[in-house]
Nanobody, 124 residues
Framework: QVQLVESGGGLVQPGGSLRLSCAAS????????MGWYRQPPGKQREMVAT???????NYADSVKGRFTISRDNAKNTVDLQMNSLTPEDTAVYYC??????????????????WGKGTLVTVSS
């Protein structure tokens, strides 16, 4: 099994910055991609940013130019640098990983894993 653990959430003022981190652990074989999703209060979960093991990134239009996703494949971690934060960025942020377990490499099975989330509040 695989576990994803987020950290770095908290309270920040509008215009401020915050850096989220996610560490994957367990019987990891291949990490195809990792990403960050968020769920604002009263809204549906949405994609924020994703990154493949090769470094290809994808961002939601609302965060382009403000957020940067990065990863360290050797350490199985992914970070999200968030700048110029606004109250609309307030949400529970979830780490996601598309991962093949070591014991399932031969079958090419990819599984979707989620962290428990970390709360980011942007407010004065």
């Amino acid at each position: 099994q695989v576990q994803l653990v987020e950290s770095g959430g908290g309270l920040v003022q509008p215009g401020g910055s915050l850096r989220l981190s996610c560490a994957a652990s367990g019987s990891i074989g291949i990490i195809y991609s990792m990403g960050w999703y968020r769920q604002p209060p009263g809204k549906q979960r949405e994609m924020v940013a994703t990154i493949t093991s090769g470094g290809s990134t994808n961002y939601a239009d609302s965060v382009k130019g403000r957020f940067t996703i990065s990863r360290d494949n050797a350490k199985n971690t992914v970070d999200l640098q968030m700048n110029s934060l606004t109250p609309e960025d307030t949400a529970v942020y979830y780490c996601n990983g598309i991962i093949t377990l070591q014991v399932e490499i031969s079958r090419g099975i990819r599984r979707n894993y989620w962290g428990k989330g970390t709360l980011v509040t942007v407010s004065s």
